[in-house]
């Protein structure tokens, strides 16, 4: 009778873990995990129609403004030229998106990376990857290799730098929350404090009006404001990467965006078959080589 007893107690509660099992297999996934399995999935999930963007059937694209180039031209991202107008329009063709499908709206620089929802479904703003950055976002691989450049006024002690040495004792500044600006503090280690500022605009103003020696931006934006914006100042130099691979500007995502598999992918693609060098032939042709500072 006992023994009866056992058995069918054992039975009940088998029956009940299975069906609990069940239950937890069936149960609605956490918000985290469902975004985890999107990102492990293949070519389905980032067909246009199964991208879960922020408006059904539209892509949409943040910037700062203004838009500086030759990233964008005449200040308007939505035209298609500039090198990173391009490289957007590519991508969205990539993900299955028209020009017309593509909506662009206007987001600081610094508050692109900054922890919180976005109102975006990607940035692209000269943004550079790094490990800190991808605390509070996600980025797609790298969609250009930059290296950091030196600005200086013609005839100045700073324009007369032939190595890292040579600047330490100017007045240096650069764009808050930049790799410019990083590069200031552990490349140069200057002897002054540098100049930081909220947009590359005042730093420029900096330079013209003698507030600060040098500047520091990345080489292809040197290259245009040397050429048509401060005309009396010269490319000093270029930095070397530090570290083992080269700094790369990405794509900046949400944190945990199921978009970022898929906008990766578009990205790695477009590497592959050659768009992006024929991209930045188009629109970076003339930011080819600088002397190396060391």
């Known amino acids: ?13 088998a029956a009940t873990v299975a069906l609990l099992a069940v239950a937890v297999g069936c149960a609605p996934q956490p918000e985290g995990k469902a975004s985890a399995k999107a990102s492990g999935t293949t070519g389905e999930a980032c067909a246009k129609g199964a991208l879960g963007t922020r408006t059904s059937g539209k892509l949409t694209i943040a910037t700062d403004e203004p838009a500086y180039e030759p990233w964008f031209k005449d200040d308007k991202p939505a035209n298609g ?13 990539q993900l299955g998106y028209d020009k ?25 703003n000269q943004v ?30 700073a324009a007369k ?18 790799t ?20 590359n605009d005042q730093a420029k103003s900096a330079l013209k009006n003698g507030q600060v020696d040098a500047i520091v931006v990345d080489l292809p934006t040197a290259f245009y ?32 965006s199921a978009l970022t598999p898929c906008v990766t992918k578009a990205v790695d693609a477009l590497r592959q078959d050659g768009t992006l060098a024929s991209i930045e032939k188009q629109w970076l042709s003339e930011a080819v080589d600088a002397p190396v500072l060391k």
């Open 225 to 256: 404001i040397t050429a048509a914006e401060v005309t009396d100042a010269k490319i000093v130099g270029q930095f070397e990467n530090t570290g083992g691979t080269p700094e790369q500007f990405g794509l900046v995502l949400d944190k945990g």
């Open 128 to 157: 550079s990857i790094s490990a800190e950055r991808k605390k509070a976002v996600d980025f797609s691989s790298g969609y250009y290799d930059v290296r950091q450049a030196v600005i200086a006024l013609k005839g100045s002690k």
């Open 1 to 13: 009778m006992h023994l009866a007893q056992r058995t069918l107690r054992r039975a009940a509660s």
């Open 81 to 93: 030229k500039g090198f990173e107008s391009a490289v957007t329009y590519a991508v969205a063709k």
């Open 100 to 124: 017309s499908d593509v909506v662009w709206q206007t987001v600081p620089f610094n508050k692109a990376f900054a922890p919180g929802v976005k109102t975006f479904d990607f940035d692209i």
């Open 161 to 178: 730098a032939k190595n890292i040495a040579d600047l330490k004792g100017v007045k240096l500044g650069a764009q808050v929350g930049t």
């Open 180 to 199: 410019s600006l990083n590069y200031i503090d552990d490349v140069v280690k200057p002897t002054q404090q540098p100049a930081a500022y909220a947009k």
